[in-house]
C-alpha cells in the first residue's frame, strides 16, 4: 500500500501537476492554524518523508525540547537528574543549578532533550520523585506559569505542619495520596542541616482531593497530631505574625486646671485669667509712646494680703504673686 502512494506521489511529480512554492503559499496564508496543523498531521502520517521533515523543524529549536525541574533535593546531582528523566528518551544536556557563592543546590535544574517526542513524553507525567522528594518539571520558556501556578492553586496546595522529623518526603506523599493524585509535594529540608523542618507541603491535581484531606477528622500520622489546612491561609497568618504591633496611644499630660480634649473644664480658672478671655477693638490710630505715657495717670501699686501667698487654691496650684510695671499689675508666671 505503501509502495502505491509512494508511486503515485512519483507519477504526478513527473506530470508537473505540483504548484510553485509561492503558489501553495499563497493557499496557505489564510487557513488558521487549527487547520494547518491537521493538513501536515495527516500529510505527515500519510508520507514518512513529510513526518521527518516535520520532526526535524520541531526539534531544530531547543526552546521545545528543554525543561525546567525544580523541588529537587539539596543533595541531589546532575547525573541523579539526568537518570531520572532519562526513561523518556536521549537527554542532551542536564544540569542541577548551584549557587556561585556557596556551592549549594539551589533547588532546581534543566534537562534538554535530543527530540521533541521525549520532552512531549516527559511533559505527560511531570511529577516524578527523585531520591525522596517529587521533583516536577514544566517547559522552561513557561518558567514558573505551569500547571501549579493556576487560579485553584490556592486551595489545592496544603501546609502540613507538626510532622516527625523522620517523616520523608517519599513516607509524607504516600500518605496523603490516598485522597488522590498528588501533582507536588514534599517535606521542608534545612539547606545547611539536610534536615527535616517539621513541616511540608502537598498539591493536589484537584481541589477535591484537598479538601478530602483536611475534612479528614484522623490527623494522626507519624505517631503525632499533625496540622494540616491550606497553605495560603498559613502564608498570611505567619506575615500578620511577623507585622509588629500598633504603637499604643498616650495622654498627652496637661496642667491641672485647664481643660482636657473632651472633658468639661472642672476646676477653677488660674489667677489671673479668665474663661473666655474677650478680645478688645484695635483703634484707628496709635498714639506715640510720650503720649500715651502722659494720658494715662500713675496708680498705687495694688497690695495683696499675705496670707494668700503660700496658700494652694481650688485648683491646688499656688497663687502668682502680681508685679507692677507702669503702674499696672502683671504676673510673672512661677517657673
Known sequence: MEDLKKRKLEETVGNGEFSSVEHLRSLLEPLPKPQLVDLLARLGSQ???IAEEIKSV????????????R??????????????????????????????????SRGYGFITYKHMESTKAA????????????AVCN????????????????????Y???????????????????????EEGSVAYDKDTNESRGFGFV?????????KAIDDPDKTFGGRNIIVKLADSHRNKMMQAQVSPAIPSMPYPVAAGYPQPGKPHGGVAPVGYAYPQALGSYPASYPSP?????????????PYPHQVIGKKDATGLHPVTPAVMGGYPYYIAKQ
Open 58 to 69: 520541531a526539534s531544530a529549536d531547543p526552546v521545545n525540547r528543554k525543561l525546567f525541574v
Open 160 to 182: 502540613i505542619g507538626g510532622l516527625s522529623p523522620d517523616i520523608t518526603s517519599e513516607v509524607l506523599l504516600n500518605f496523603f495520596g490516598r485522597y488522590g493524585d498528588i
Open 290 to 302: 510720650t503720649t500715651a505715657h502722659a494720658s494715662y495717670a500713675s496708680q498705687p501699686q495694688m
Open 139 to 158: 517547559l522552561a520558556c513557561e518558567g514558573l506559569s505551569g500547571s501549579s501556578t493556576t487560579p485553584d492553586l490556592a486551595q489545592r496546595k496544603l
Open 47 to 49: 508520507y514518512p518523508s
Open 71 to 104: 523541588g529537587l533535593a539539596w543533595n541531589t546531582t546532575s547525573e541523579t537528574l539526568c537518570a531520572a528523566f532519562s526513561v523518556h528518551g536521549e537527554i542532551e544536556e542536564g544540569a542541577v543549578i548551584y549557587d556561585k557563592a556557596t556551592g549549594k
Open 123 to 134: 511533559l505527560k507525567a511531570p511529577s516524578k520523585i527523585i531520591e525522596g522528594r517529587m
Open 203 to 211: 498539591t493536589y491535581t484537584t481541589v477535591e482531593a484537598a479538601k
